[in-house]
């Protein structure tokens, strides 16, 4: 197995710089994260290539690094049993099943607010063209109480990162290579692999799911990082499942 970069993880590295410096420089990164960024669907900034584009944005300089280390560090051994095309294929759709995962995710939080607002007398229409308007109804406080936020940072959330293809990456890294040893930099106890990966799975979906952020911001979209996760073991099983372990595609 050759040792060093490989030609996929490289390309990936520098588009993603490339669009981090476009970010930095041009509108004070505004711009960019208006075009690039992935909104949710019923926000009008919302369109189509961005389910694409979000995983190669990145919110700042500790962001970008971290997820290139791990692109780096994970990717370049998955890369070197897959072949560039296979890899390639497999971040692409890891990142895309993290997308659907927290926009499905963030649908749940919004359609209760929404639901519970239509019972209360108010119309549909009225609601979404408010929430587009950046502005929200006073009166919608004491209809959706503790729910209110969640409603609104719903509809309002932008997704960027490529943390979650790398999450399917780094299942993919703990099914080929289980007793590796990993650790996390401010826990530094070497930790096999299929043990270490699932735990960190499992914190994801804990935070997710309670609000809890226990290790990474709390702006972080978790419900991505385990939809990437998921993507990438369901891939890794069928294609295991279907090629008798002949992983590459040639």
């Given at each position: 197995m050759r040792q060093g970069i490989t030609d996929a993880v490289k390309h990936l590295l520098i588009i993603n710089v490339l669009m981090f410096i476009g970010t930095m420089a041009i509108g004070?990164?505004?711009?960019?994260?208006e075009w690039f960024a992935l909104y949710f669907p019923k926000n009008l900034m919302f369109q189509p290539w961005q389910v694409l584009t979000h995983m190669f944005m990145h919110g700042g300089v500790t962001h970008i690094?971290?997820?290139?280390?791990?692109?780096?560090?994970?990717g370049t051994a998955v890369e070197q049993i897959f072949g560039w095309k296979?890899?390639?294929?497999?971040?692409?759709?890891?990142g895309f099943g993290a997308a659907i995962i927290?926009?499905?995710?963030?649908y749940f939080q919004y359609n209760s607010g929404l639901t519970t607002l239509m019972e209360s007398g108010i119309s549909q229409t009225e609601i979404v063209s408010i929430l587009n308007e950046g502005?929200?109804?006073?009166?919608?406080?004491?209809?959706?109480?503790?729910?209110?936020?969640?409603?609104?940072?719903?509809?309002?959330?932008?997704?960027?990162?490529a943390s979650g293809a790398i999450m399917g990456v780094l299942v993919a890294f703990g099914m080929l290579f289980p007793e590796s040893k990993l650790m996390l930099i401010f826990l530094p106890?070497?930790?096999?692999?299929?043990?270490?990966?699932?735990?960190?799975?499992?914190?994801?979906?804990f935070s997710g799911l309670t609000g809890q952020?226990?290790?990474s911001p709390s702006n972080t979209a978790y419900m991505a990082h385990v939809g990437g996760a998921l993507t990438g073991f369901l891939l890794m099983y069928f294609?295991?499942?279907?090629?008798?372990?002949?992983?590459?595609?040639n």
């Open positions: 004070n990164g505004e711009s960019f994260y690094l971290f997820n290139m280390f791990a692109l780096w560090m994970f296979k890899f390639l294929a497999f971040y692409l759709l890891s927290q926009v499905a995710f963030l502005k929200y109804n006073t009166a919608w406080q004491s209809i959706l109480g503790n729910n209110l936020d969640s409603f609104l940072g719903a509809f309002n959330s932008t997704m960027v990162g106890i070497p930790i096999k692999a299929k043990y270490f990966i699932p735990a960190i799975i499992a914190l994801d979906l952020s226990i290790f294609w295991k499942k279907n090629e008798k372990d002949k992983y590459r595609w």
